[in-house]
């Protein structure tokens, strides 16, 4: 299985994502765990990419894309994997198609969410975790860019014929059994 989940921060995709992940026993491969990955490790990569997430913009493609290629090129991604957080532009989807040629997607799960909702969440989520700067300015911001630049790929992929939206409102236990019901469909 090779797939990828898409929706808005706040929709619940890192969850559902592990979820996905333990039943399917593919690898979670995540862009915005691999930066935050980075940064703890205090690599270059990392220290670039902090600007840019602190701001709720997009990494430069000239960073994102070499991390997912080599990512991907891990024995462990062989048999499938769940792509989180990438591709998440137009030019993105065309690197991924490029890393993966003879071996496309299976499917593209969207979780869809209303925006107050998910703009709660992450509020929440902010004052839990402590995180000072994930202001609410800055959530609109990366509810902005997702609606501007990567909202439209899920049309690209519907006219490939792998789209499957999914509500992502209601318990994770509701989400998770709508997931793979049309997983399994
Ligand atoms: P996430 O955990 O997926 O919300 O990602 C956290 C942050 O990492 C995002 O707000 C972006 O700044 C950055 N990021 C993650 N994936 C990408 C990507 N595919 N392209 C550009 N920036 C990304």
Known sequence: MRLLIMGPPGAGKGTQAAMICEEFGIPHVSTGDLFRLNLTQGTALGQ???K???AGEYV???VT???VRERLKEADTKAGFLLD??????AQ???LDGMLS???LDRVIELTADTDEVV???LGRAIEQGRADDTEEVIRRRLEVYEEQTAPLTALYKSRGLLVQVDGLGSVEEVTARISAALNS
């Open 48 to 50: 670039e990419a902090k």
């Open 52 to 54: 840019y997430m602190d």
């Open 60 to 62: 430069p493609d000239s």
């Open 65 to 67: 894309n070499g991390m």
């Open 85 to 90: 957080g990438y591709p998440r532009t137009v």
């Open 93 to 95: 989807v065309a690197e």
């Open 102 to 104: 003879t071996t496309p």
């Open 120 to 122: 709660k969440r992450l």
